[in-house]
């Protein structure tokens, strides 16, 4: 008979998330996902100026602000038939890059690699043979005996202070930890440099958005006007500034964080086997467009859909037609008009929350009935998993070569299959490959808007069609774009000039969705099955995979048995994200 442990809510993650997993001979035999929490923003914005939207959808996540409001602002353009200049593209296309990377840095960093990292050997480590490590992965200037050990003196007087914070209730000499103590004193180390990169990197959303978090956005293009010789708006020197960030991320992202990937994965080469989804279908609508967002082969993040994981094979995504992605709420704390095991496209789509779970506190979910504030989203009646992995995979599918040449250099280096990507191991790595396209296309998209400014083209909004008497009675339209998670849309309905109904799927609603009436498991749930776990009482397992995905779903940790006892708590700060 299996025993079910629940945890909840997992921490390191954005928003809450409660993960039940029923365990039977040392693995998941099943697992069953839940979001405990709602916002309701669908609701919030109805009746509301549709150019205005996009300031309270961002709000949707206190960390992935930018996405929200491109995609919204992409869908009314999209409904009132908007095209901006190339230079509100290009500096959009900066915003969701230098967002991307900064969101993949701190996931490693900051979210997953304490499931990997012991801090406790870092005590035992030889900061020189620390040294010779790190110089002999990567040419960081950090990399003397001294500064590790520096690092690990700091580590030294943290531990003996007793004041251990988010260290407290780790899972310190857990048997599925294999790092040797120098190469968690280099992970360490770089967990803190990483501390300063994500905190000056955002800058860039504050030169080019006015503030962050939350930078101010506009239905027709960007809000902040080149003024170069102007104290207001983009000054030569506050692009200067971006030009900067950029250049250093990129040197940070490939001589720290790619580095740091590869030789923490070189330990755990078996995690290239675990953490599958059982359908392998990898779903990506695109972005980063180096023309017009309407001229979809201009993408640098191209479009496509992988099934059953044939990498021989690439389908078309058709995103026009209305009848390819429904959502359902048969396992949902929602209710739809016409029932429950009805699935709606998003223009239809209803927010009718309807809570029928347990009355806390409780001990398990009743999962035959509703489990999840999650809806569950489908493809052609298919579940898919979207992120960066998808996008990797899409890419590299596709033959385009700088795809091809960044995995392969990451398969050859650690000396595993293809297939081995599909796993834990391979949605980690994608986070990190992806970071070091992205920091080439960041500089490059610099470059072509700095072109653009020097041959006079300082235009940065296209207002004509910004007066309401100017729009139709009715409209649609939906906005899509990657977020750092993955496939992210918003749909809009507008009705006399007003918004009548908005719908948003996220990534983690594709991902972290429960069950539809075929009885089909989304991503996270199939990805937990046969994982093995050495001791119930700290799944430390289950947490490697969950976090693989980045859950966008705030912080606090209860771990309980099988009969429901509490076992531990860890508790940390976090954003609210749905």
Same mark, same amino acid.
């Given at each position: ?59 949707? &996540? ?492 705030? &912080? ?19 954003? &609210?994200?749905?």
């Amino acid at each position: 008979m299996a025993n079910r442990i629940v945890i909840d809510p997992i921490t390191r993650i954005e928003g809450h998330l409660r993960i039940e997993a029923e365990i039977k001979d040392g693995k998941v035999v099943n697992a069953y996902s839940s979001s405990t929490m709602v916002r309701g923003m669908e609701k919030i914005v109805e009746g509301r100026d549709p150019r205005d939207v996009w300031a309270f959808v961002q709000r949707t &996540c206190g960390v992935c602000t930018t996405v929200h409001a491109i995609a919204s602002i992409r869908a009314v353009e999209d409904a009132l038939d908007i095209v901006i200049p190339p230079n509100a593209e290009l500096a959009r296309n900066i915003i969701t890059v230098s967002h991307a990377f900064q969101d993949h840095v701190v996931h490693f960093y900051h979210l997953h690699a304490l499931d990997w990292v012991d801090v406790t050997k870092v005590l035992d480590a030889d900061p020189k043979a620390t040294s010779a490590l790190a110089q002999s992965i990567s040419k960081w200037h950090n990399s003397s005996p001294g500064y590790f050990s520096d690092v690990k003196n700091r580590i030294k007087k943290f531990v003996n202070s007793g004041q251990l914070g988010i260290f407290a209730n780790g899972y310190w000499g857990h048997p599925a930890m294999k790092l040797p103590p120098e190469v968690n004193l280099l992970a360490v180390a770089h967990y803190l440099e990483a501390l300063e990169f994500q905190k000056e990197i955002v800058k860039i959303h504050t030169i080019l958005g006015g503030k962050n978090p939350h930078p101010h956005f506009l239905v027709g293009g960007i809000g902040s006007p080149v003024n170069m010789g102007n104290a207001g708006g983009l000054t030569i020197d506050r692009l200067a500034h971006v030009g900067q960030l950029l250049q250093e991320a990129h040197t940070f992202i490939n001589e720290v964080y790619v580095p740091d990937l590869l030789a923490i994965a070189s330990f755990y080469k078996d995690w290239g086997q675990i953490g599958v989804s059982k359908f392998k279908n990898y779903l990506v609508y695109g972005d980063l467009p180096t023309d017009n967002i309407r001229n979809i082969s201009s993408y640098k993040w191209p479009r496509g859909i992988i099934l059953n994981g044939d990498l021989s094979t690439v389908h078309d995504v058709d995103l026009e037609n209305t009848n390819d992605i429904q959502e359902f709420v048969n396992k949902s704390w929602y209710d739809y008009s016409k029932g429950k095991n009805v699935g709606l496209h998003p223009y239809e789509g209803e927010t009718n929350i309807h809570y029928t779970g347990p009355k806390p506190p409780y001990d398990y979910l009743d999962v035959d009935k509703s489990y999840s504030f999650v809806k569950t989203p489908r493809y052609q009646g298919k579940p898919m998993e979207v992120g960066p992995l998808s996008r990797m995979l899409v890419g590299y599918a596709k033959g385009i070569p700088e795809y091809k040449e960044i995995v392969d250099f990451a398969l050859k280096k650690l000396d595993i299959p293809v297939e081995a990507l599909f796993s834990t191991l391979g949605r980690t790595a994608a986070r990190g490959l992806e970071s070091a396209l992205l920091s080439n296309w960041g500089l490059e998209f610099y470059d072509r808007l700095i072109n653009n400014f020097k041959k006079g083209d300082t235009r940065m909004a296209n207002t004509e069609k910004w007066e309401p008497d100017t729009w139709p009675k009715h409209a649609k339209g939906v906005g899509y774009m990657e977020a750092p998670r993955g496939g992210l849309a918003h749909w809009i309905v507008i009705d006399n000039k007003k918004t009548a109904n908005y719908q948003m799927v996220v990534p983690t609603t594709w991902n972290a969705s429960p069950r539809d009436p075929k009885d089909q498991m989304s991503a996270y749930e199939s990805a937990l099955i046969g994982t093995p776990i050495a001791d119930p009482n700290n799944p430390l397992e289950i947490l490697r995979t969950i976090h693989s995905f980045d859950p966008c779903l705030a &912080c606090a940790v209860h771990l309980y048995d099988p009969k429901g006892k509490h076992i531990s708590q860890l508790q940390v700060g976090g954003a &609210c994200m749905i």
